[in-house]
């Protein structure tokens, strides 16, 4: 997901909240185990 904001923005903390997905779903190997949620960037310029 990406946010532009339409003014300059100044602040001193960033908070990120995610939700995985939930349970796995029949016909996923891992069917009925909770989804792992990864995340390997987040960019704030």
Do not use: C, S, W
């Not at 100044?10 to 349970?23: D, E, I, P, S």
């Not at 891992?30 to 960037?41: N, R």
């Amino acid at each position: 997901m990406r946010l532009d904001a339409t003014a300059a923005v100044t602040a001193r903390y960033l908070r990120v909240t995610a939700q995985n997905y939930g349970l796995l779903p029949v016909g996923h190997e891992g069917a009925g185990k909770p989804a792992f949620l990864f995340t390997d960037e987040i960019l704030a310029q």
